[in-house]
């Protein structure tokens, strides 16, 4: 139900919630994440998207942290150090966490009118290739990633690469880094092909509608309420 | 006479020094279907990229409705539809109507056109179950029909094919077919490029073998196919085979 209500709000007030809340929460107390967290994983739970299946996904953001955490503690090895460390994962989480909403709540078509018509006011920025990059960049990620992927089934056929972790690491990423180089290039033409112009019409027309002021209004009183507590 | 709808004239083309097509002549007429033979490496692919405006040649002109390529490539891309030989690696959105709408799109067409275009472009790939799906979860025949889709919302006069049915079972295949089969009874002239001419037997009226960069046979398929395989190209009654 949460899930289908966030559906119909307009991305443009996904992203402004988004970044109104992210900015807050570096200000937020440890208290404030937490509760903004809670929120959060209540709104998951409701929309049926399920805990581990978030996890599998945030997998590489939590890795990130727990590697933060680790680095924190190793500048200063006290209590407080770990405290801190754990409470800016926790931002980091939580911005995440937040995006993802954004982002499994929002098709690509309206994420990418959304940054033109955000970008649209801005002075000496031509929106619509931002937006065509956006685009791009949305259909590009799970490509990197199936090319990683096959990188390393490749390995794995060939028994894996038992050498030193720089060793792995560099068999690795180059063949990925030509994979994707070529497969981005192949898009550009694509793209090309398809008489790819900067003064272009859209199929999709977002609406500003009450429900959406409404959300930014929320959005903008949690803030005030996560900076002030 | 009437101007060709695609004139090559000795295009010539190298890269890095060495030359990928030689003085290449090529005409297609609206409404023809042109299988593009040759092994790997012969210059197929450079040849159809030269259709789009995606290459130029380094000497001679490719011409679309009397609009020389080069100098307006804006043009041959709205007449040339291009598919490329690994269909998913031109799908430019994530999700399936947004990709359709792209080319229209770019056309500056006004919503209601690019949603008429995107709806008569997927039912006549037989893809509008697929219209809200994610591109990234689409299977190998749905891409290359979501591919064709998205070149045929833009409503062009000529098809340029990269080998259209390689990694499709015999089902994909015929369903490929037919949907050219189809395109082409609508006036709609199709350049495909093979190495494997057999599964285009029914469809295809005229082939043209490119060899070494240059066109080696130019003429009607049946008879162009006689010892074709001297040039790289699939013998069509050798059993097997048949990919592309």
């Known amino acids: ?229 | 006479m009437t101007d060709p709808l695609l004139k090559a004239a000795d295009v010539t083309c190298s890269r890095g020094g060495e030359p990928v097509l030689e003085d290449v002549d090529l005409e297609v007429e609206d409404g023809e279907f042109v299988l593009l033979l040759g092994g790997n490496g012969s210059g197929k692919t450079t040849l159809l990229h030269h259709f789009n405006g995606l290459e130029s040649p380094d000497e001679g002109y490719v011409e679309v409705d009397g609009v020389d390529v080069t100098g307006d490539p804006g043009h041959a891309r709205e007449d040339v539809g291009m598919v490329f030989q690994d269909a998913g690696s031109q799908i430019v959105s994530e999700r399936v109507e947004d990709d359709v709408a792209f080319g229209p799109e770019n056309l500056g067409l006004p919503q209601e056109e690019i949603q008429t275009r995107v709806d008569e472009a997927l039912e006549s790939v037989g893809a509008k179950h697929l219209r809200d799906r994610s591109t990234h979860r689409l299977s190998g025949g749905e891409l290359r029909r979501v591919a064709l889709a998205g070149v045929l919302a833009m409503q062009p006069r000529l098809l340029a094919l990269d080998e259209p049915l390689v990694g499709l079972d015999y089902t994909g295949s015929r369903a490929v077919l037919e949907e050219l089969k189809d395109l082409n009874d609508d006036g709609i002239a199709v350049v495909a490029a093979t190495h494997a001419p057999r599964r285009y037997l029914d469809v295809a009226d005229r082939a043209v073998v490119l060899y070494e960069g240059g066109v080696a046979e130019d003429g009607r398929l049946s008879e162009v196919l006689d010892g074709v395989e001297r040039y790289g190209v699939e013998p069509v009654d050798e059993l097997g085979g048949g990919s592309g």
């Open chain 1, 1 to 229: 139900m949460t899930y289908i209500a966030l559906e119909e709000v307009d991305v443009r007030a996904k992203f402004l919630a988004l970044v109104l809340l992210s900015v807050t929460l570096y200000m937020a107390s440890a208290a404030s994440v937490a509760g903004l967290a809670f929120v959060i994983a209540g709104v998951y739970l409701l929309s049926g998207i399920r805990l581990r299946e978030l996890a599998g996904e945030m997998k590489l953001v939590l890795v990130i942290v727990a590697a933060g955490v680790v680095g924190r503690v190793a500048t200063e090895p006290t209590f407080h150090g770990l405290f801190e460390g754990v409470v800016a994962g926790g931002r980091f989480v939580v911005i995440v966490a937040l995006a993802y909403l954004v982002a499994t709540t929002s098709s690509s078509g309206e994420m990418e009118a959304a940054v033109e018509s955000l970008f649209h006011r801005l002075p000496f920025v031509r929106e619509s290739d931002w937006a065509a990059m956006f685009g791009a960049a949305v259909r590009f990620l799970p490509v990197v990633s199936d090319e990683a992927r096959e990188v390393k089934r490749a390995h794995d056929s060939r028994l894996g690469d038992r050498r030193r972790f720089d060793h792995r690491l560099k068999t690795l990423a180059y063949p990925m880094l030509v994979g994707s180089l070529r497969r981005a290039d192949t898009l550009a033409l694509a793209m090309a092909s398809r008489a790819y112009s900067p003064d272009r019409s859209r199929l999709l027309r977002l609406q500003w509608r009450r429900r959406d002021s409404l959300t930014v209004s929320v959005a903008a009183g949690a803030a005030a309420a996560l900076a002030l507590l």
